[in-house]
């Protein structure tokens, strides 16, 4: 026989996470809006391709920090080509110098709140 305890606790798991951006949204109340990061740099392109960036620029910080940290490197060569200094603050912040307006656009979305700025400088923010 079938065990129907399981079928119905599968069924709800199931429902739960079909339906999560639905009750997410009405759950925080502040997701209703997708988020809008503002790119204010003349600059056309990121130190990688956009795609990669978004899904994937925490792991490139992190790697970041462990070259200057542990290898003591400090240019990064994009897959353009281009060399780019190492650094959150000076590099990052420097075409991204309106935190407010586009780091946290997303992360107040997604509702992360990464704990670099307790260390890491925050440049003055620019429109
Ligand atoms: C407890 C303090 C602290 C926190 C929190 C912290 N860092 Fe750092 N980070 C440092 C220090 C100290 C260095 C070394 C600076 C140097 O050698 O120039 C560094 C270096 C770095 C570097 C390379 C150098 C530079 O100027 O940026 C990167 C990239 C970096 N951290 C990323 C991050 C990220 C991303 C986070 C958050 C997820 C983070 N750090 C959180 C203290 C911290
Ligand atoms: C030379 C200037 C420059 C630097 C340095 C730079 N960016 Fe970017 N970044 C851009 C531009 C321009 C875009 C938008 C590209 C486009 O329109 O496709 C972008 C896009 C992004 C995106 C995607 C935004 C979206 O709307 O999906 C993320 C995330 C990002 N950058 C994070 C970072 C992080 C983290 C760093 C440091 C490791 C960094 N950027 C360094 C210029 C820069
Ligand atoms: C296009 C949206 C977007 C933009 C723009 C963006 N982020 Fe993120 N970021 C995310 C998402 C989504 C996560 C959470 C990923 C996860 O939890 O796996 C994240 C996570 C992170 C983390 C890891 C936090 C943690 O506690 O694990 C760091 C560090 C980070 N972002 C740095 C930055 C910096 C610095 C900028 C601005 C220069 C930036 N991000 C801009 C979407 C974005």
């Known amino acids: 026989m079938y065990d129907t305890g399981k079928i119905i606790t599968g069924l709800i798991v199931f429902l739960c996470l079909i339906t999560f951006p639905l009750w997410y949204d009405a ?24 795609p990669y960036m978004r899904d994937s ?6 790697q970041w920090r462990d070259r200057v940290v542990r290898e003591k490197m400090y240019s ?23 935190k407010q ?9 997604v509702g992360v709140t990464p704990t670099c700025w307790n260390c890491h ?6 429109s």
Do not use: R, W
């Open 76 to 98: 990064y060569k994009g897959s353009d080509g281009k060399n780019y200094t190492m650094s959150l603050t000076k590099t990052c912040l420097n075409c991204h110098s309106n």
């Open 121 to 126: 400088i925050i440049p003055e923010e620019k």
């Open 27 to 50: 759950f925080t109340g502040k997701a209703a809006t997708k988020p809008e990061p503002k790119i204010i740099t003349k600059e056309k392109q990121c130190v990688e391709a956009t």
């Open 57 to 62: 620029h925490m792991k490139l910080l992190i």
């Open 101 to 109: 307006q586009f780091c946290d656009q997303c992360h107040n979305y």
